[in-house]
């Protein structure tokens, strides 16, 4: 075997390593994409048993209304409403929330809060939200009429 020949061999199987390692890095890079939008997707979303959505849509205003968000949009054929809310004179905050059936007798309620152009992937506010939320769903469900 010439010094040539196996100079191209090395630098075929050098190449070849190099496209498999890219390959398991985009794979792995997707993957951990994959997880992180799932753990996002958990921290953003709760599911509530009831079936009133019209009421849920009700609940999640005026939940959005004592964090003192401003109603900027609603679809009630859609299931959703956004707020927005000054965070300061130059950052605004968005919340989007969606309310979808999930099954038979419960309704999933997703949240997406954005401040400026930035998700906002930290589970605290989201938490506050719901628990908010549920608190308003319990006192609401005691009223009697």
């Known amino acids: 075997m010439n010094h040539r020949s196996c100079l191209q061999r090395v630098c075929g199987a050098v190449a070849l390593s190099l496209l498999f ?4 890095s985009t794979q792995k890079r997707l993957l951990d ?3 992180s939008q799932l753990q996002l997707r958990s ?3 709760r599911a509530f ?3 009133d959505r019209e009421k849920m849509l009700r609940t999640v ?5 004592d964090f003192g968000f401003i109603l900027q949009a609603g679809e009630v054929a859609l299931g959703t409403v ?11 905050m968005r ?20 401040i400026g152009k930035e998700r906002v992937d930290d589970p ?10 549920s608190k308003s769903l319990f006192l609401e469900a005691q009223q009697v009429e």
């Open 49 to 51: 048993e009831t079936t």
């Open 21 to 24: 390692a890219s390959c398991v």
């Open 43 to 45: 921290i953003q979303s």
């Open 82 to 92: 956004t707020g927005v809310k000054w965070m300061n004179r130059e950052r605004l």
């Open 124 to 133: 605290v506010p989201y938490q506050r939200f719901f628990s908010a939320l």
């Open 61 to 65: 205003m005026a939940t959005l209304q």
């Open 95 to 114: 919340i989007t929330v969606s309310v979808r059936p999930r099954g038979e007798t419960q309704l999933l309620v997703r949240a997406n809060i954005q």
């Open 33 to 35: 994409s994959d997880t």
